[in-house]
């Protein structure tokens, strides 16, 4: 998945963030779920039971898409907004950049 591209769209500044030790490219203005998918990301952790989780509600009430994010665990990657610098870690890089 890719961002949109559309004449007069606006996106707040670029930042760069560090996903599993890997530099990716987001704006300011996204959440962490909005630039993990745009940077490839399907699935980011798994259940107990071993199965793919990542973005479902999107609107802060299931906890699919708990990440790690400055060593903070469970934030809500559809809740929180990306900030220049900022080091997320998944539970799950299988689905990366596929
Ligand atoms: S996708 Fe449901 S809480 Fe984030």
Same mark, same amino acid.
């Given at each position: 998945?890719? !961002?949109?591209q559309?004449? *007069?769209?606006? %996106? $707040?500044q670029?930042?760069?963030i560090l996903v ?7 704006y ?7 630039a993990l998918?745009?940077?490839g990301?399907?699935?980011w !952790?798994?259940?107990?039971? *071993?199965e793919? %989780? $990542?973005?479902?509600?999107g609107i802060?009430?299931?906890?699919d898409?708990?990440v790690?994010?400055?060593?903070a665990p469970n934030?809500r990657?559809?809740q929180?907004p990306?900030?220049e ?8 890089v299988a689905e990366v950049n596929?």
């Open positions: 998945m890719s !961002r949109i559309s004449a *007069g769209l606006q %996106r $707040g670029p930042v760069t599993n030790g890997k530099r990716e490219s987001a300011l203005g996204e959440t962490i779920a909005g998918l745009a940077a990301h399907r699935a !952790r798994r259940t107990r039971h *071993g793919p %989780r $990542g973005l479902f509600c802060g009430v299931c906890f898409c708990t790690t994010v400055n060593g934030v990657a559809c929180t990306v900030a610098g900022m080091i997320i870690e998944t539970d799950w596929a």
